[in-house]
Nanobody
Framework: QVQLVESGGGLVQAGGSLRLSCAAS????????MGWFRQAPGKEREFVAAISRGAIRYADSVKGRFTISRDNAKNTMYLQMNSLKPEDTAVYYC???????????????????WGQGTQITVSS
């Protein structure tokens, strides 16, 4: 059974930092693109960042503050979030886009596997 499990969420003050992890099990995603999305209350899920063997992409809203990375040996992806803002408050999801090796996509509909999500709350 393939699973993606996020961890590292929580409550943080504005200007603070958090690091999210996404641990995969059931298969290896080292050759696949992976990404982070988020969904705030009352809003649609939106793209945050994605990484593949040949590309990295960020949403404009997080560029320069968030860093996506992965450790293929651990089958784990990370999202380092710095200079957090109240508008970053959301449930954060990790996802895997099987078969996409060298590019990334911002479309949630292209991702095949999803984690259950982890809550990030940034207080002002």
């Amino acid at each position: 059974q393939v699973q993606l499990v996020e961890s590292g969420g929580g409550l943080v003050q504005a200007g603070g930092s958090l690091r999210l992890s996404c641990a995969a099990s059931g298969r290896t995603f080292s050759s696949d693109a992976m990404g982070w999305f988020r969904q705030a209350p009352g809003k649609e899920r939106e793209f945050v960042a994605a990484i593949s063997r040949g590309a990295i992409r960020y949403a404009d809203s997080v560029k320069g503050r968030f860093t996506i990375s992965r450790d293929n040996a651990k089958n784990t992806m990370y999202l380092q979030m710095n200079s957090l803002k109240p508008e970053d408050t959301a449930v954060y999801y990790c996802a895997a886009d099987v078969g996409r090796q060298w590019t990334v996509t911002t479309s949630q509909y292209e991702y095949d596997y999803w984690g259950q999500g982890t809550q990030i709350t940034v207080s002002s």
